[in-house]
Nanobody, 123 residues
Framework: LVQLQESGGATVQAGGSLRLTCLGSHAPHCMAWLRQIPGRERGAVATIHTSGGPTYSSDDIKGRFTISRDNDRNSMYLQMNSLKPEDSAMYFC???????????????????WGKGTQVTVAS
């Protein structure tokens, strides 16, 4: 069993930055950040494999967010810059040991989930 815990969510002004952290009891090969707003499907933001090779959900996200991981610390991070109100969501950390690791991975394919951390971007 892998336990994941997110932290770092907060309320910030548009244009600000936040760094989310996902601390795990282990560090599965594929780790991901997904986000969800009420009434919408949970969608991928970025993924990263043990060997690197991050993927991002869009060019806009890729230009503002950076996903990284520290395998020695069983941790994953999401540095978010130039935040926009539309980035407001609950952000979840997810992970799995095997299979493809990209933003195209169906959310149901992740074995382990954190409880989420709320990011609110005020305009």
């Amino acid at each position: 069993l892998v336990q994941l815990q997110e932290s770092g969510g907060a309320t910030v002004q548009a244009g600000g930055s936040l760094r989310l952290t996902c601390l795990g009891s282990h560090a599965p090969h594929c780790m991901a950040w997904l986000r969800q707003i009420p009434g919408r499907e949970r969608g991928a933001v970025a993924t990263i494999h043990t060997s690197g090779g991050p993927t991002y959900s869009s060019d806009d996200i890729k230009g503002r967010f950076t996903i990284s991981r520290d395998n020695d610390r069983n941790s994953m991070y999401l540095q978010m810059n130039s935040l926009k109100p539309e980035d407001s969501a609950m952000y979840f950390c997810a992970a799995k040991w095997f299979g493809p690791c990209s933003v195209k991975t169906n959310k149901d394919g992740y074995q382990y989930w954190g409880k989420g951390t709320q990011v609110t971007v005020a305009s």
